[in-house]
């Protein structure tokens, strides 16, 4: 969806090393939402941001919401083979309906 | 079981022929949603049911889709002639309040059905 970029589309990072991945909004949000997709598990709540500069961490993830830029960031620490996956961001948009405008995802490989 | 299931979560089906996909969302969720997610692509949101009903069904692609749910459980994907674009994962969450305006509520999400037209 336009409304929603993740970037980069696709990431491949050394273990051990941290890595940082983006999801903008074209429109204001009401919440943010992070989830991992791997193959066969479904997806997996991660977290959920709603106020600007709110900030989340599980585990090794973290994850901020920038209200005025409108953009969340997800962090991760010391990559481990564990968070490879596809990392799918959801947005509430103030003038959406019932339903979250999801981001593209971002594939994350990691390097042994 | 203690998560959404789905089922099948394989289906290889030959053009024109009519699908149901099912899922079984968790206990007393009154919130479920149904996603399509094409290769390499993100969520496309097809439609969402409060209880029994459906306030938005604003994404379903065509009037070959429909979805129905029953005793604020079960939900069904129904597609009519198939095609092959509608090859793609269908994903069903399910949440204890609507996700939207809400706040801190998750989705959980079942496997998805795997839905293959030849």
């Known amino acids: 969806s336009q409304e929603l970029e993740q970037s980069p589309q696709s990431l491949i990072v050394q273990e051990g090393k941290n890595l940082t991945i983006n999801c903008t909004s074209s429109?204001?949000?009401?919440?943010l939402y992070w989830y991992k997709q791997k193959y066969g598990e479904g997806l997996i709540f991660l977290m959920m941001?709603?106020?600007g500069g709110e900030e989340k961490s599980h585990e090794k993830i973290t994850a901020k919401l920038d209200e005025k830029k409108q953009q969340s960031s997800l962090h991760i620490t010391a990559s481990q083979p564990s968070h490879a996956g596809i990392y799918l961001c959801?947005?509430?948009?103030?003038?959406?309906?019932?339903?979250?405008?999801w981001g593209a995802g971002t594939k994350l490989i990691i390097k042994p | 079981g203690a998560g959404v299931s789905q089922s099948p979560s394989n289906k290889v089906t030959e053009k024109g022929k009519d699908v149901e996909l099912r899922c079984d969302p968790i206990?007393?969720?009154?919130?479920l949603y149904w996603y399509r997610q094409r290769l390499g692509q993100g969520l496309e949101f097809l439609i969402y049911?409060?209880?029994?009903?459906?306030?938005?069904k604003s994404g379903l692609p065509s009037d070959r889709f429909s979805a129905e749910r029953t005793g604020e459980s079960v939900s069904t994907l129904t597609i009519q002639r198939t095609q092959q674009e509608d090859s793609a994962v269908y994903l069903c969450?399910?949440?204890?309040?609507?996700?939207?305006?809400?706040?801190?509520?998750?989705?959980?999400f079942g496997q998805g059905t795997r839905l293959t037209v030849v």
């Open positions: 969450a399910s949440s204890p309040q609507p996700l939207y305006r809400t706040g801190n509520t998750e989705a959980f």
């Open positions: 206990s007393g969720h009154t919130a």
């Open positions: 049911f409060q209880g029994n009903s459906a306030p938005d």
């Open positions: 429109k204001t949000l009401y919440g």
């Open positions: 941001l709603q106020k």
């Open positions: 959801g947005a509430d948009l103030m003038d959406s309906n019932y339903q979250l405008i």
